[in-house]
C-alpha cells in the first residue's frame, strides 16, 4: 500500500470553488518560504521553528506567549483584538520569519474515515465528501471547510480509505483574520491532532494503530491514529490543572511546588496508594484513565459485518505538559491492558547523538503540536 502526506498542501488556483481547507492560503508556486508552527490553545501560544541541519534538523527558535483567560475558550477565539495583541508578541519573537501553520482545535472538528473508489480525482472525491454531511456533520457543506488526507491505497484496485476533517468555515475564517490582523500569512490550517501525529507517528504500513492522548493543562485531547492520519478525534474536561488545585488544596503546596511533585513523584510517592500525594493526583488520573478507556475498548473491539475487528488498538501514547506525571504511562497501561508510552515528539526531527535540542523532554510534550506543524513547513 501506498501512504501520502497531507492532501491539503497549498497550491495556487485557490480561488476555485474548492472547498478545503487548503484554499484559504494560497502559497507562493516557486518556493516555500520559511515559516513556523504556532500552536493556540485557551491558555496560551506556543511556536517553534526549524532549520536543517547535518542531521535532520535543529530548533531555530521556540517560546511561549500567554493568552489571558476568555480569550479563546474550547478552541473558539472570544475576544480576537487581544489575541491579535498576543499574536503580534509572537511575530517578534519570530523576527523576519512572517508564514507560518496553524492548528485548528479538535473541540469544533468533525473527523471521520470513509472509502472511495480508485482513480477518483481530488474535486471528485470532495464531492464525495459533501454527500457524507447530512449523516456524518450536523452543519452543511457551504458552512465548512474541510479536507482529506488518504490513509492507504488497497493494491487490489477497489479503492482508497481516507480520513476527513469538517470544520465550522467561521471558526477557520476567525482564525484567519486574528493570524492576518497580526501580519503572520498562513500557509495552512490542520488539525491539532494531525499535526501531533507528525511527530510521534511513523506512518509505516506496520505500525499498530495508536490511541494518541494529548493530556493539557484545562482539556484532554484523544485521537485514534491508522498509518499516522487521525480518523477520529474527541475532548474531555479533564486536565493537569485538576491536579494542581487538588495538591494546594490537599497538601498546602505552592503551584510550583505542586508542579514539582506531579512530575518528580505524581503516582509514585513515598507511601503508595494510601499517602496524602498519591491520594491528591488520584482523582484526575482516574478520570483521565476513565475516559481512556473508554475510547480504547470501543474503537479495539469494533467489528465490521463480517465480525471482524476494524480497528485494533495496538498503542495509547501520551504527549502533552500534563502527561509528565509521574507513574501515568504505567497507571493507564494497566487499566487498558495494552502498551503505553510518553510520545517522543523529537524522533522525526533529530538523532541525539548528533544534536540535543534546547527544549527539554518534559517540556517538549507541552511543543508537540508545535513541533508537528514545524515539520510540516519543511515537508511541503
Known amino acids: 500500500m501506498e501512504l501520502s502526506g497531507p492532501t491539503s498542501r497549498i497550491a495556487m488556483g485557490a480561488h476555485t470553488a474548492s472547498h478545503t481547507l487548503a484554499r484559504w492560503f494560497p502559497t507562493p508556486s516557486l518556493i516555500f518560504p520559511r515559516a513556523a508552527g504556532i500552536d493556540v490553545s485557551d491558555t496560551s501560544i506556543k511556536w517553534l521553528v ?22 479563546v475558550v474550547k478552541g473558539t477565539i472570544q475576544n480576537a483584538e487581544i489575541l491579535t495583541k498576543a499574536l503580534l508578541q509572537v511575530k517578534q519573537a519570530l523576527g523576519n520569519i512572517q508564514y507560518a501553520h496553524a492548528a485548528l482545535p479538535e473541540e469544533a472538528a468533525y473527523v471521520f474515515e470513509m472509502h472511495v473508489p480508485d482513480g477518483a480525482s481530488h474535486e471528485e472525491v470532495l464531492h464525495m ?9 450536523p452543519i452543511t457543506p457551504s458552512a465548512a471547510v474541510y479536507d482529506f488526507d488518504i490513509i492507504q491505497k488497497h493494491d487490489d484496485g477497489v479503492g482508497e480509505d481516507i480520513a476527513v476533517a469538517v470544520f465550522p468555515r467561521e471558526l477557520a475564517e476567525n482564525y484567519v483574520a486574528a493570524f492576518d490582523a497580526a501580519g503572520i500569512k498562513l500557509l495552512s490550517l490542520e488539525i491539532e491532532a494531525r499535526s501531533i501525529a507528525r511527530t510521534i507517528s511513523s506512518g509505516a504500513s506496520d505500525e499498530p494503530i495508536t490511541l494518541l492522548v494529548d493530556f493539557g493543562r484545562a482539556r484532554t485531547g484523544f485521537a485514534v491514529l491508522k498509518h499516522g492520519i487521525p480518523i477520529f478525534t ?32 505524581g503516582l509514585r510517592a513515598d507511601g503508595g496508594a494510601k499517602s496524602p500525594g498519591v491520594d491528591a493526583v488520584m482523582g484526575a488520573a482516574s478520570a483521565l484513565a476513565d475516559e481512556v478507556t473508554r475510547y480504547y475498548h470501543y474503537w479495539d ?15 495509547v501514547v501520551l504527549v502533552g505538559g500534563s502527561a509528565n506525571l509521574k507513574g501515568l504511562a504505567d497507571y493507564i497501561a494497566g487499566r487498558v491492558q495494552a502498551p503505553t508510552v510518553i510520545g517522543n515528539i523529537w524522533q522525526h526531527i533529530c538523532d541525539f547523538d548528533d544534536y540535543i535540542p534546547p527544549i527539554n523532554r518534559r517540556e517538549s510534550l507541552q511543543y508537540a503540536t508545535a513541533a508537528g506543524l514545524a515539520l510540516r513547513a519543511l515537508s511541503l
Open 50 to 71: 526549524l532549520a536543517p541541519s547535518r542531521e535532520l534538523y535543529r530548533v531555530e527558535t521556540y517560546g511561549e506567549e500567554p493568552i489571558p483567560e476568555g480569550v
Open 234 to 265: 474527541s475532548t474531555a474536561e479533564v486536565g493537569g490543572d485538576m491536579l494542581t488545585t487538588a495538591l494546594i488544596e490537599k497538601l498546602a503546596l505552592s503551584p510550583e511546588d505542586a508542579l514539582v511533585f506531579r512530575n518528580e513523584q
Open 129 to 137: 465528501i459533501e454527500f457524507e454531511f447530512e449523516g456524518r456533520v
Open 301 to 315: 473491539t469494533r467489528r465490521n459485518e463480517h465480525g471482524e475487528r476494524v480497528t485494533p488498538v495496538g498503542r
